[in-house]
T-cell receptor, first 116, second 115 residues
Framework: NAGVTQTPKFQVLKTGQSMTLQCAQD?????MYWYRQDPGMGLRLIYY???????DKGEVPNGYNVSRLNKREFSLRLESAAPSQTSVYFC???????????????FGAGSRLTVL | AQKITQTQPGMFVQEKEAVTLDCTYD???????LFWYKQPSSGEMIFLIY??????QNATEGRYSLNFQKARKSANLVISASQLGDSAMYFC????????????FGQGTELSVKP
């Protein structure tokens, strides 16, 4: 099982360029998430999707858009990249239930983005 | 306000000793879950332990236990018998079940285990 797959793993952009980070999961999870990780700041939630067809803003949504294309895929788009968006981006997925066994989120390996 | 706070940016522990990593949280929600994740230098996020807000007993998973004090809004991670491989970043996280499963993280604690 692949789990959560993110592409690309590395990307260098120039200021003002656009790009899309792709995320796909094969675990039939309802919820999907995008985070960014910066040194000393932990993981900050950008957007999340509780189920197919819904998306919600997280803690740091400015400068990003998302699309929940179907149950498997959740993409993150930078329309006009800025140096402040240099970060490591993580996608995650999980089930929506409250029972303890259903609550572990699975993370992708991360995508390192540099904006010059 | 919803917030997770980890006040220890870095911790040192001697191999084979126990260590407690602190986590406090702030929420008015009643239904939430608390998690701890480990991130080694390789970068992947590894799930360690989970505690639901309605669970009355503290969660345990092998050498990991979660000291859940609901009234104090704290969810400290206790690692017993530390090993060199425990050196990593540790993140406390909280999931909100009345908000579509929204999950937020604390800033993390870097644990270094000394031989």
């Amino acid at each position: 099982n692949a789990g959560v797959t993110q592409t690309p793993k590395f990307q260098v952009l120039k200021t003002g360029q656009s790009m899309t980070l792709q995320c796909a999961q094969d675990m039939n999870h309802n919820s999907m998430y995008w985070y960014r990780q910066d040194p000393g700041m932990g993981l900050r939630l950008i957007y999340y999707s509780a189920s197919e067809g819904t998306t919600d803003k997280g803690e740091v949504p400015n400068g990003y858009n998302v699309s929940r294309l179907n149950k498997r895929e959740f993409s993150l788009r930078l329309e006009s990249a800025a140096p402040s968006q240099t970060s490591v981006y993580f996608c995650a997925s999980g089930t929506g239930g409250f029972s303890s066994g259903a609550n572990v989120l699975t993370f992708g390996a991360g995508s390192r983005l540099t904006v010059l | 306000a919803q917030k997770i706070t980890q006040t220890q940016p870095g911790m040192f522990v001697q191999e084979k000793e126990a260590v407690t990593l602190d986590c406090t949280y702030d929420t008015s929600d009643q239904s939430y879950g608390l998690f701890w994740y480990k991130q080694p230098s390789s970068g992947e996020m590894i799930f360690l332990i989970y505690q639901g807000s309605y669970d009355e007993q503290n969660a345990t998973e092998g050498r990991y236990s979660l000291n859940f004090q609901k009234a104090r809004k704290s969810a400290n991670l206790v690692i017993s018998a530390s090993q060199l491989g425990d050196s990593a970043m540790y993140f406390c996280a909280m999931r909100f079940y009345n908000q579509g499963g929204k999950l937020i993280f604390g800033q993390g604690t870097e644990l270094s285990v000394k031989p």
